[in-house]
């Protein structure tokens, strides 16, 4: 059944295939569900990424993912805590809508680096303290220099993709 999404406008160009939506948002919620995040939270990432507005009220997702308030409300709370998502106030309502990010990956990708150096200086202080000779201490010791190796590629990988991402022509 084709029909509109509701958050563009109602031409043949913006015409949905509901159930093809239906399984994507719950294919991709399995995937990211698969590689560590809440199951509700996936479904609502999900959810968010398929519409075309990139923002949906509590009350919309409950009624697309068929869940309770309660749920919304955990797995929104869990996507803002971890930033991939913010709550914005409808103007003249009080209702929450519910936001991607701009640029969700890139700033994923962005903390993530953080996160990488803040395991790095841990992990080097770690391999000190446990003597660089000693097999814990090498262990920890090559873990930490991983991180520091991925965080210098992920600074240049980023730093492609913004080179990249302005050569596509995404609408």
């Known amino acids: 059944m084709l029909k509109t999404d509701g958050d563009g406008p109602a031409d043949a160009a913006s015409r949905r295939d509901e159930g093809a939506v239906s399984r994507f948002v719950e294919r991709f919620a399995a995937q990211l569900t698969d590689a560590g995040m809440q199951r509700m939270a996936a479904r609502v990432f999900a959810q968010l990424l398929a519409s075309d507005g990139g923002a949906m009220t509590s009350a919309e997702l409950g009624e697309a993912l068929r869940i309770s308030p309660a749920a919304v409300s955990?797995?929104?709370?869990?996507?803002?805590?971890?930033?991939?998502?913010?709550?914005?106030?409808?103007?003249?309502?009080?209702?929450?809508?519910?936001?991607?990010?701009?640029?969700?990956?890139?700033?994923?990708?962005?903390?993530?680096?953080?996160?990488?150096?803040?395991?790095?200086?841990?992990?080097?202080?770690?391999?000190?303290?446990?003597?660089?000779?000693?097999?814990?201490?090498?262990?920890?010791?090559?873990?930490?220099?991983?991180?520091?190796?991925?965080?210098?590629?992920?600074?240049?990988?980023?730093?492609?993709?913004?080179?990249?991402?302005?050569?596509?022509?995404?609408?």
């Open 74 to 171: 955990g797995a929104v709370s869990y996507l803002t805590q971890v930033h991939m998502v913010s709550r914005e106030r409808e103007p003249g309502s009080r209702r929450d809508r519910y936001v991607l990010h701009n640029e969700l990956w890139y700033e994923t990708f962005t903390r993530r680096d953080q996160v990488l150096t803040q395991w790095g200086k841990t992990l080097r202080e770690g391999a000190a303290g446990l003597g660089a000779h000693s097999p814990a201490g090498a262990r920890v010791a090559e873990t930490a220099a991983f991180f520091e190796f991925m965080q210098g590629e992920m600074l240049g990988l980023m730093d492609r993709w913004r080179a990249h991402r302005a050569t596509l022509d995404l609408g």
